[in-house]
């Protein structure tokens, strides 16, 4: 504890108790502090990772794999076995690896750049045949790590910087639904959508991760989770106004709920 | 009716004041500080002790910098 923490945070002693601990943050969390901008959906959804991954106790048996974008130093943060990626080919490291180790549990964890754009090809075919993979997309609609250039999943008269009369489906084509193009697949078992704007969709991305990690437990079929986050850095808003982006624009073109869910038997 | 306590404590010098979690707090407990901390941001404290410990600071905040303690104390039966 530091001196500032000493200082400001006055331990009450009859309520700080073990027995009353309602949330910490998860052991499976590394001491590193997040390189992520205030308010970023990526940290939300690497500590809700971690709670399932803990919760479950399969920390030895999970290997993640990393993409590039904002989100290529995940390893830094999530305290399970890590691999990195070649931009945009996390679907296939990841194959390779499930592969070789089919008792382990594998995910990656892709932003909208990676997934969407430079890898669709390895995405698409990934899903297609089937891989017992978790694969964990963040759509937050920019490519935040290169500073705010239009995304495939950018909506549609959105400002970016390649974009700066906003996008036009005429010139630069329609946002790309990632999670209803693999949903068709046959090979494909649970598709779900969920935010990180409000402590309500909190709760249910973390119960979406975990139904994920459990199909993957089972070895039952390639799962997407997509998350819809928020940029706060490039849509040059405040946190919260951000996640007000999020409710207002991004959520009505990207409903959230399971997109396809498999058949109770 | 059950009496309930929560507390919540935040690394201060972890924070780095989005604010969500000032807005996620139905109960108004947290505000944002006026001073900074070693990071230069402005962190979110807890302002008034009314806190019943619902967690919803804890689940919105993005660094995971929140702990969070609730207690309920159970009130003795009254005879009818």
Redesign the interface.
């Known amino acids: 504890m530091?001196e500032?923490?000493e200082i400001?945070?006055p331990?009450?002693e009859?309520?700080?108790?073990p027995e009353?601990?309602?949330?910490?943050?998860?052991d499976t969390?590394t001491e590193q502090?997040?390189h992520?901008?205030?308010?970023?959906?990526?940290?939300?959804v690497h500590?809700l990772l971690m709670e399932v991954v803990s919760e479950m106790g399969i920390v030895g048996d999970t290997i993640g794999v990393a993409p590039v974008g904002c989100s290529v130093f995940a390893y830094h943060y999530l305290g399970v076995d890590m691999q990195q990626a070649a931009h945009g080919r996390a679907c296939a490291v990841a194959t390779g690896i499930k592969r070789v180790m089919p008792e382990k549990i594998v995910f990656t964890y892709q932003g909208d750049g990676d997934l969407a754009a430079i890898g669709t090809a390895e995405t698409v075919h990934a899903a297609n045949r089937g891989e017992n993979l978790l694969v964990i997309f963040i759509n937050n609609g920019i490519y935040g790590m290169t500073s705010g250039q239009m995304a495939p999943t950018s909506l549609e008269g959105m400002v970016t910087t390649t974009s700066p009369y906003g996008r036009d489906v005429l010139t630069q084509g329609y946002p790309l639904k990632i999670s209803e193009l693999l949903a068709h697949l046959p090979g494909v078992y649970y598709v779900t959508r969920q935010a990180?704007n409000?402590?309500g969709n909190?709760?249910k991305t973390k119960k979406a991760l975990q139904r994920g990690l459990e199909y993957q437990k089972k070895n039952l079929g390639f799962c997407l989770v997509e998350v819809v986050s928020n940029c706060?850095s490039n849509l040059k808003m405040?946190?919260?106004e951000s996640?007000e982006f999020v409710a207002n624009q991004m959520i009505p073109f990207y409903p959230l709920g399971d997109i396809k869910v498999p058949e109770v038997k | 009716m059950a009496k309930v306590?929560?507390?919540v404590?935040?690394?201060?010098?972890?924070c780095?004041?989005?604010?969500?979690c000032i807005?996620?707090c139905p109960e108004e407990t947290l505000a944002i500080?006026n001073i900074i901390?070693?990071k230069g941001?402005r962190y979110a404290?807890k302002a008034q002790d009314n806190c019943t410990?619902c967690?919803?600071c804890?689940?919105?905040?993005?660094?995971?910098?929140?702990?969070?303690?609730?207690?309920v104390e159970k009130a003795p039966k009254q005879a009818v």
Do not use: W
């Open positions: 530091s500032l923490n400001m945070n331990i009450k009859n309520i700080c108790l009353f601990l309602v949330y910490e943050r998860p969390l502090e997040f992520y901008c205030p308010g970023c959906g990526h940290s939300t500590k990180v409000t402590a909190v709760r706060p405040t946190p919260l996640n | 306590q929560g507390e404590i935040i690394d201060l010098e972890k780095k004041g989005c604010e969500l807005i996620a500080a901390n070693k941001y404290i410990g967690a919803n804890a689940l919105v905040c993005p660094d995971a910098v929140i702990t969070v303690y609730r207690k």
